[in-house]
């Protein structure tokens, strides 16, 4: 996959970058992404309102719904192609579904898989692991072709 560009969208650094300790206390905790924007580590993207509106044109508004705001901002990134080599990374079935669903399977990594990337191995739960991930991206593929979750064909 050749080096990974990590970018975030917008509303996840400002909104939802949050982690849950639940093996413990089931507490939520804020993921502090700013200082790694500031160092250069990654960089924060924000969608254009016709990246969005292009999303919301081609997904059925069910689908839509089912994606969380930074989801769907990346999602809309990603498909506007304004930026090269993007890789979405997520643990949300219907957000992987939705990759899919775009014609973007290949520009998808499992959590698992990332860490992998980047020299790190550590158990994970079973929604970020890559099983998860390629089960969900065959559901989004054959939706694509029956047309289930679209507003329109992409064919």
Same mark, same amino acid.
């Given at each position: 996959m050749g080096e990974i560009k990590a970018l975030v969208g917008a509303t996840i650094v400002n909104d939802e970058a949050f982690y849950f300790d639940t093996k413990k206390t089931k507490k939520r905790g804020a993921i502090r992404l700013r200082q790694y924007i500031e160092s250069g580590k990654i960089k924060e993207v924000s969608?254009?309102? !016709?990246?969005?509106?292009?999303?919301?044109?081609? *997904?059925? $508004? %069910?689908?839509? *719904? =089912? /994606?969380? $705001? =930074? !989801? /769907?901002?990346? #999602?809309?990134? #990603?498909? =506007?192609?304004?930026?090269?080599? &993007?890789?979405?990374?997520? %643990?949300?079935?219907? %957000? &992987?579904?939705?990759?899919?669903? *775009? =014609?973007?399977?290949e520009s998808g990594i499992s959590f698992e898989n990332l860490l992998r990337e980047v020299g790190l191995q550590k158990a994970l739960e079973d929604h970020y692991n890559e099983k998860f991930f390629r089960y969900h991206l065959e559901r989004g593929r054959q939706d694509r072709i029956t047309g289930t979750g679209l507003r329109k064909s992409p064919f």
């Open positions: 969608a254009a309102i !016709e990246e969005i509106r292009s999303i919301n044109e081609i *997904l059925h $508004p %069910a689908t839509v *719904l =089912g /994606l969380d $705001p =930074g !989801e /769907l901002e990346e #999602l809309a990134v #990603l498909h =506007g192609e304004r930026i090269e080599d &993007i890789v979405f990374c997520t %643990a949300d079935g219907a %957000a &992987i579904r939705a990759l899919a669903l *775009l =014609g973007h399977s």
